[in-house]
Nanobody, 123 residues
Framework: VQLQASGGGLVQHGGSLTLSCTAS????????KGWFRQAPGKEREEVAC???????TYTDSVKGRFTISRDNAKNTVYLKMDDLRPEDTAVYYC??????????????????WGQGTQVTVSS
């Protein structure tokens, strides 16, 4: 099983990027899928998570700016990031959390992780 993340890059303050993460080797249609990030010198934090029904949760700092979505037919999860800020600079990781889970607990303990993709926001 492999999660392949892509879409990172360098963008100016206020710009946009969309990250993608495609799973191979397993149909993850019932998994919760999430995006995490880790900035230099900081702990990894959960950014957003989406359940199989499409219910999504976000960390407060990205609410209204980031949108997580999924395409189960493509085994892919996306993270659309708008109004990017320098503090969003980090390595972003996708992850998948198998059922069972509830909305409050989804993405708490993912079993599968993708490689990171760097997002850098210049001021």
């Amino acid at each position: 099983v492999q999660l392949q993340a892509s879409g990172g890059g360098l963008v100016q303050h206020g710009g946009s990027l969309t990250l993608s993460c495609t799973a191979s080797g397993m149909n993850m249609g019932t998994f919760a899928k999430g995006w995490f990030r880790q900035a230099p010198g900081k702990e990894r934090e959960e950014v957003a998570c989406i359940g199989m029904s499409g219910t999504a949760t976000y960390t407060d700092s990205v609410k209204g700016r980031f949108t997580i979505s999924r395409d189960n037919a493509k085994n892919t999860v996306y993270l659309k990031m708008d109004d990017l800020r320098p503090e969003d600079t980090a390595v972003y990781y996708c992850a998948a959390d198998p059922p069972p889970y509830t909305i409050p607990t989804m993405c708490e303990r993912p079993d599968y992780w993708g490689q990171g993709t760097q997002v850098t926001v210049s001021s």
